[in-house]
């Protein structure tokens, strides 16, 4: 098999299958590439399907930003059943006749968990705790109470009921988990609830009409066109950042995480190019200053 460029920079967005951890598909990356500098933005559970964006080379500063972008979920939520991970991978706790959920009931109780929320997440998330993942605790036998967060659903939308099943979408912050949705709209309603399905549709702007399977991974590894799953370092910034196009001075003086005056950008990251097209960084206008946050281009 051949392998990737080992210097290539740039994001590779897959389509994650079920069973697979994110760490799973990163390592398989790595392999493909022939490089460890890849990481991805935002985890997926084992059970989820959908948007895994992995981040190669220096593009692997992007990361961090790319994982505090809103995403969009589709799932399936079934009532009348709780469980130990408030997902179909739990142990079942208590079960309950959810027969007599109303529509209206049910529409009432999406839309109060809609908007800016408090959540708990589920006690084998990712949250650590005492520098300690909590699922890992709860592996280990120990119990873990997890506080509260505030995260915004934009979205809790009801795209059909078959019975206790109900297929949702959500548009939500990030830090949000459906599983906990899932849990707290069973809660609402009285019968538990736990989540059956997740598939990730969108993080930020890159949505699955990008995505690549792992089986077009790895036939573009075998026939040499493994560069044709990797998007560019600067289409990948100009596809999530509001763009910058600045003349070569400001480009040098930016590449060496110099500070400039202020120039009206739009808030949160904005990705910076130079005359050449190539990108320069990632900066942010606050405190009356534009400052680099992240610098691609040497000084």
Known sequence: MKRGNPDVNGLAVIDKPAGWTSHDVVARMRRLAGTRKVGHAGTLDPMATGVLVLGLGR??????????HDKDYDATIRLGATTTTDDVEGEMLAV??????????LRAA???LTGDIEQVPASVSAVKVDGVRAYAKV?????????????YIARFE????RGDDLDVRVSCSTGTYVRALARDLGAALGVGGHLTALRRTRVGAIGLDRARSLDALD????????????VPLSDAVAAAFPRWDVDTETAHRLSLGQRLAPVALPAGPVGVFG????????VEERDDAVRPTVVFAPG
């Open 59 to 68: 593009a692997t500063r992007l990361l961090g930003h790319l994982a505090a």
């Open 158 to 161: 009801l795209r059909e009921r």
């Open 275 to 282: 005359p050449d097209g190539s990108v320069v960084a990632l």
């Open 219 to 230: 036939a573009a590894a075998a026939d040499g066109s493994f560069a044709s799953v990797v």
């Open 110 to 112: 999406m839309a109060a």
């Open 139 to 151: 592996r280990a036998g120990e119990s873990v109470e997890l506080k509260s967060r505030r995260v």
């Open 96 to 105: 309950t006749d959810a027969s007599g959920v109303t529509d209206d009931a």
